[in-house]
């Protein structure tokens, strides 16, 4: 497999991810179902995996890329594991809306294992470990890095306005900053 098909796959990866934190964000600001601090640190883990697809796509491949990826999925990973043993002691309610039968975090641990293994594959497929000479960005590549970015950049915004400086509490019930304009 070549190299561009390659970056293509990160891609794909990358716009994936970029659908998951926007999934996060309208159950945040839509459905008003404010993220946890286990649920922040697994947007946290998502996003250091986007940044490693992303310097795929943009710079070429290489194997720092995918190990800031996989570090990325292992956070995420541990912190989705968290939040899953959390909610399965029995007489715990679980956090948020189901989506497809699984609430968030459990989607999260899949993600993130399913990352773990098609990094690991894609590491396997690539030609080389010295990136080959770089061609440039496609249309489809930079549309996607731009979706990514502006997700990453709302979910920061959304995360700043609900906690403010300050850790965010434990089961969380409004925005930091709008009770603060408010009062």
């Given at each position: 497999?070549?190299?561009?098909?390659?970056?293509?796959i990160?891609?794909?990866?990358l716009?994936?991810?970029s659908v998951?934190l926007?999934?996060?964000?309208?159950l945040q600001?839509?459905?008003n179902?404010?993220?946890?601090?286990?649920?922040?640190?697994?947007?946290?883990?998502?996003?250091?995996?986007?940044?490693g697809?992303f310097l795929?796509?943009?710079?070429g491949?290489?194997?720092?890329?995918?190990g800031?990826?996989?570090l990325?999925?292992?956070?995420?990973?541990?912190?989705?594991l968290?939040?899953?043993?959390?909610?399965?002691?029995?007489g715990?309610?679980?956090?948020?809306?189901?989506?497809f039968?699984?609430h968030?975090?459990?989607?999260?641990?899949?993600?993130?294992?399913?990352?773990i293994?098609i990094?690991?594959?894609?590491?396997?497929?690539?030609?080389s470990?010295v990136?080959?000479?770089?061609?440039?960005?496609s249309n489809?590549?930079?549309v996607?890095?731009l979706?990514?970015?502006?997700?990453?950049?709302v979910t920061?915004i959304?995360?700043?306005?609900?906690?403010?400086?300050?850790?965010?509490?434990?089961n969380?019930?409004s925005?930091?900053?709008?009770?603060?304009?408010s009062?």
């Amino acid at each position: 497999m070549n190299n561009t098909s390659l970056q293509n796959i990160n891609a794909l990866g990358l716009l994936g991810l970029s659908v998951v934190l926007i999934v996060a964000l309208v159950l945040q600001l839509v459905w008003n179902e404010l993220p946890c601090p286990l649920c922040l640190l697994q947007r946290v883990g998502f996003c250091f995996v986007m940044y490693g697809l992303f310097l795929n796509i943009k710079h070429g491949l290489s194997l720092k890329h995918y190990g800031i990826a996989l570090l990325g999925a292992v956070f995420g990973g541990i912190a989705s594991l968290r939040q899953v043993s959390l909610h399965v002691i029995p007489g715990t309610p679980p956090y948020g809306s189901a989506i497809f039968g699984f609430h968030f975090y459990t989607w999260a641990f899949i993600l993130f294992g399913a990352t773990i293994i098609i990094i690991s594959l894609l590491m396997i497929l690539q030609n080389s470990e010295v990136q080959e000479s770089f061609k440039g960005i496609s249309n489809f590549n930079n549309v996607v890095g731009l979706i990514a970015m502006i997700s990453i950049f709302v979910t920061l915004i959304a995360t700043f306005i609900e906690c403010g400086p300050f850790q965010c509490p434990d089961n969380p019930e409004s925005y930091w900053l709008i009770d603060l304009l408010s009062s």
